[in-house]
């Protein structure tokens, strides 16, 4: 990493959330100055981001803010006070089927929240904004492999639906205020510090405990199943190659992938989709136990299906997943096992 930004602070936001751990981690490994900002909500354990923040707290190169996005005073003070050269927005309220419960906590966080993100890299000389958006805003799309140059105007989930308004909200900071803003569309993340609430600690919970493994859409899922390295990888990459715009966009035939603006969106992912039903069998094989499989009809907002298109991220950046299903889902238990005493 580059451009005369190294000893100036990196914003991580999310930084106790699972992939924003990881981010953090990799760059304080690094030598970079990390600014690390959570609200540590309780929408899963909070001491599982508190195990992670203790990680963090171990490199002298760290700083730890508990803020919510949504306190709009109070992120405007943190930009004006480090006027960070880069940004890396990874907090979200994340959660398909929650967003079906609770759509306001997704307004707040994942609208409002990011708003304030944006404006404060618009007021302080923000050289890359990074951002987290989702595979989910693929919605309706069936046709596979995704590629960000493919439409996504048909969200089937609010979760989704706010994923497409931030990319939107970067777009139009990019073209008004020339902020270089990158949008990152991950898939299927996983791998050691996991959620408990996504698909894998789900089905390895219930394996140690004796429970039926759920699995929807009768067992008939696929998932471009992507291990967090990979992604941290892919981040990394990307940080000093802030976008300039593509002189070759026209309003005529617009890509959506791109713009004249300087505001490119990415997919990340591991580009080979898994079945759900061999994952039970990997963790099944792993953690030495046997699993009783409950099918069920597919669940509202879910897809049955998703494969990443990572051209145009091998091509810019050279990026490549390198972590089989089979060593990531080795490592991801060995992780599991320590942290839960399995």
């Not at 890359?128 to 439409?151: C, E, I, K, M, Q």
């Amino acid at each position: 990493m580059n451009g005369g930004v190294a000893d100036q602070p990196i914003l991580v936001t999310g930084a106790a959330g699972f992939i924003g751990f990881h981010v953090a981690e990799r760059l304080l490994e690094a030598g970079r100055y990390v600014v690390g900002l959570d609200n540590l909500n309780s929408y899963y354990t909070p001491a599982l981001k508190q195990a992670r923040l203790d990680i963090l707290d171990q490199h002298s190169g760290f700083s730890f803010e508990k803020l919510d996005l949504v306190d709009r005073a109070a992120v405007a003070q943190l930009f004006a006070r480090y006027r960070f050269p880069v940004v890396i927005h990874l907090a979200a309220q994340a959660g398909v089927r929650y967003s079906l419960q609770n759509p306001q906590a997704y307004v707040d966080a994942n609208l409002a929240g990011f708003l304030n993100v944006l404006e404060g890299c618009r007021s302080n000389g923000c050289r890359h904004l990074l951002f987290a958006s989702s595979s989910s805003v693929y919605g309706a799309n069936t046709r596979l492999p995704f590629s960000v140059h493919d439409n996504v105007d048909h969200p089937i989930s609010l979760y989704a639906a706010s994923k497409k308004a931030n990319e939107l909200m970067a777009h139009s900071y990019s073209h008004l205020y020339r902020l270089p803003s990158t949008g990152l569309r991950f898939f299927t993340v996983y791998g050691p510090w996991y959620r408990p609430d996504m698909a894998m600690s789900i089905f390895a919970k219930a394996i140690v405990e004796g429970h039926p493994v759920k699995l929807f859409n009768r067992g008939q899922m696929r998932r471009d199943f992507t291990y967090v390295d990979d992604v941290t990888e892919a981040i990394v990459r990307l940080i000093d190659r802030a976008p300039q715009g593509n002189p070759e966009w026209s309003g005529m035939a617009p890509d959506p992938g791109s713009s004249a603006a300087p505001w490119r969106i990415y997919n990340v992912g591991n580009n080979r989709p898994e079945d759900l039903t061999r994952v039970v069998a990997l963790l099944e094989q792993e953690l030495g136990r046997t699993a009783e499989r409950q099918l069920l009809p597919m669940q509202p907002g879910d897809v049955p299906a998703t494969y990443a298109d990572i051209d145009d991220l091998a091509r810019e950046v050279d990026f490549r997943p390198a972590t089989s299903i089979e060593d990531g889902i080795r490592q991801f238990v060995a992780w599991y096992r320590i942290y839960h005493g399995v």
